[in-house]
């Protein structure tokens, strides 16, 4: 049963930095795209970044790319957002998915797996 299980969430200034972590579990992930999506109140599930697992390719999107990086653990099958300069606009729940999608797509509906999401807030 695949499991995904974020942390690091929390609150932070503007300016600041956190790094989430999403723990994977349950089968190997060699093939699959792992990614990263935000859901702020009243809004839609937004896409973030994303990487396949074996081929490394990455894709970040255009509203977070030279501030979030993607990132992975193959040792600990554990994949991490790092986010810098954080913004009051990066507000959001963000959840960890895994789909075996084998190029990276951005609409949730093509992920199969999802973590229960970690809360991050960016004061002003």
């Not at 503007?14 to 999403?22: D, K, M, T």
């Not at 795209?33 to 074996?54: H, N």
């Not at 991490?80 to 999608?101: R, W």
């Amino acid at each position: 049963q695949v499991r995904l299980v974020e942390s690091g969430g929390g609150l932070v200034q503007a300016g600041g930095s956190l790094r989430l972590s999403c723990a994977a579990s349950g089968r190997t992930f060699s093939g699959y795209t792992m990614g990263w999506f935000r859901q702020a109140p009243g809004k839609a599930r937004e896409f973030v970044a994303a990487f396949i697992w074996s081929g490394g390719v990455r894709y970040v999107a255009d509203s977070v790319k030279g501030r979030f990086t993607i990132s992975r653990d193959n040792a600990e099958n554990t994949v991490y957002l790092q986010m810098n300069s954080l913004k009051p606009e990066d507000t959001a729940v963000y959840y960890c998915a895994a789909g075996t999608t084998r190029v990276i797509r951005v609409g949730p509906e093509a992920y199969d797996y999802w973590g229960q999401g970690t809360q991050v807030t960016v004061s002003s």
